[in-house]
Structure formats: structure tokens, C-alpha cells
């Protein structure tokens, strides 16, 4: 006689499913609704607010301002968070036992403490709050996350391919471009996804030390959030939950390569 199999487990993990993603698709569908008010009822199928959205030159403007700080950011982040990585991985001395705890706190501190300490000390150093300050408080948090990605990408590398190309002739640069960089590359590029993200998605940190014309996109979100819940921002959520999806499908999909040189 067959045990029945208990349906606990699925009906845990589909109520956690129906949790998570209800909310998103009836913001979903929502966005296709031309009613001027979110839950004001179905009144039939129509892209208004995606055309709205593309005419909106604030929105535009916002968004322009997060990808350059999201895409810069990131760049320095990705240099930054390799280093890091490695100055990690190679050494075990004291001095880099510190470097790593302070890579693994950086990211269980809250953002609201972080925003206010960057603006004090920006404050403090007299700097003129804008995208610049912007750009410094990202790469702050987004470097951590960087240099955790590469260096789980490490525990695989295998240096004897080092030693190998070193015993061939190869000089640093050779081994760099067509050794280490090929070995690590999925991580490097799982994190800068990861890095950039983030960035985009910030609005706590980035709310504390944004300045005049210099707003970003979930700060205007926030903006528009606090004059009522336009039914543009249904359309602007679901671009982003998909841009989301997209990036987060990358990142597993990379972080799950081994050894396989993608360049």
C-alpha cells in the first residue's frame, strides 16, 4: 500500500508564492486598466499609461539619472569588489581577516544608518549634495556585494592554471586577460547585475544625499507616491519587475556556470 504524500509542503510554498507575487500581478493588471485610479475597476484593456509614461519627461529625466548612477556605480564597483576579492582569497593575514569582516558587515547594516552617515559626512567634508554623492554612496554598499559574488566564484578557481601559463611564459598581462579574468567572469558579471540592481532599486540611501537635479527614479516614485498613487507608476512598476526578473534569471544562470569560459 502506497503512503500518501502530505501536501503541507506545497500548500506552505504556494501560499509564500501567492504572497509574494499577488500584489505584483494585480499591479499588473492594473497598468492595462484606463481608469485614473488604481482600484477604481476593470474598464477595459488599454496601454494609456505606458504611452503617458514614455511622454513623462520627469520620469524620463529620473530615470536617466538612475542609470547613469546605477552604470557608473556599478563600473567602480566591479574594480573595487574584485580586489577586494582577491586581496581576500590569496592572503590570511590579520590585516585582510578585518577586510573581510568589514566586506560582511557592510552588508547587515541598515540603510537608514548608512544614509545618515554618508551625509554627515559629506556635510562634513562641505561636498554639494547631487549625483556625485550619489554615485559615492552606491559604490559604498554595492562594492560589498560585488566582492562576496566574486569571491564565492573563487572558492573554484583553480590557480595551477596560474602556474601553468607562468611556466609557459606568460607574462602578468597574458594571464589576466586569458586565464583569470575567462575563469572568473561569471561572477564578475553576477555581481555588476547584482551591483547595478541594487542601485537602481535604492531609494533609502540615495533619498539622504540626492540634491537638487539630481533625483532618481525611486526618489520620484516616492514623490509621486506622496501627492496619491498615480496609475502611471503601475506602468513604470511592471516595466521594472520585469527588468527584475530578467536580471535576477541572468545572475542565477551565471552564478550556476563552473569553469566554462564565456569570453
Same mark, same amino acid.
Given at each position: ?40 475597476? $476593470? ?5 494609456? $499609461? ?38 581576500? *582569497? ?47 554612496? *552606491? ?32 607574462? $602578468? ?53 506622496? *501627492? ?36
Amino acid at each position: 500500500m502506497k503512503k500518501c504524500k502530505s501536501k503541507i509542503p506545497f500548500l506552505i510554498t504556494a501560499g509564500i508564492m501567492l504572497l509574494f507575487y499577488l500584489p505584483m500581478l494585480v499591479v499588473a493588471v492594473d497598468s492595462f486598466n484606463p481608469g485614473r485610479y488604481s482600484g477604481s475597476g $476593470w474598464n477595459g484593456f488599454s496601454m494609456r $499609461w505606458y504611452v503617458k509614461l514614455v511622454q513623462d519627461q520627469d520620469v524620463i529625466s529620473a530615470l536617466i539619472n538612475s542609470l547613469i548612477i546605477g552604470l557608473s556605480a556599478t563600473a567602480a564597483a566591479v574594480i573595487l569588489g574584485t580586489l577586494a576579492a582577491f586581496a581576500i *582569497h590569496l592572503y590570511t593575514d590579520k590585516v585582510q581577516k578585518v577586510h573581510r569582516l568589514m566586506i560582511i558587515t557592510q552588508l547587515g547594516i541598515p540603510d537608514i544608518l548608512m544614509g545618515i552617515s554618508l551625509l554627515l559626512f559629506f556635510i562634513s567634508l562641505k561636498m554639494e549634495l547631487g549625483l556625485f554623492t550619489i554615485f559615492l554612496a *552606491h559604490v559604498t554598499f554595492c562594492t560589498s556585494f560585488v566582492a562576496m559574488t566574486v569571491l564565492a566564484r573563487l572558492q573554484d578557481f583553480d590557480f595551477s592554471t596560474v602556474e601553468a601559463a607562468r611556466d609557459l611564459g606568460a607574462g $602578468w598581462t597574458i594571464i589576466i586577460r586569458r586565464v583569470i579574468i575567462p575563469q572568473i567572469a561569471p561572477g564578475i558579471i553576477a555581481g555588476a547585475l547584482l551591483a547595478f540592481t541594487i542601485s537602481i532599486d535604492d531609494f533609502v540611501i540615495t533619498y539622504f544625499v540626492y540634491g537638487p537635479g539630481s533625483t532618481t527614479l525611486s526618489v520620484y516614485i516616492y514623490s509621486m507616491m506622496k *501627492h496619491g498613487t498615480p496609475v502611471i507608476i503601475n506602468a513604470l512598476s511592471v516595466i521594472l519587475i520585469i527588468v527584475t526578473f530578467i536580471m535576477a534569471y541572468a545572475i542565477n544562470k551565471l552564478m550556476s556556470r563552473k569553469n566554462e569560459n564565456i569570453i
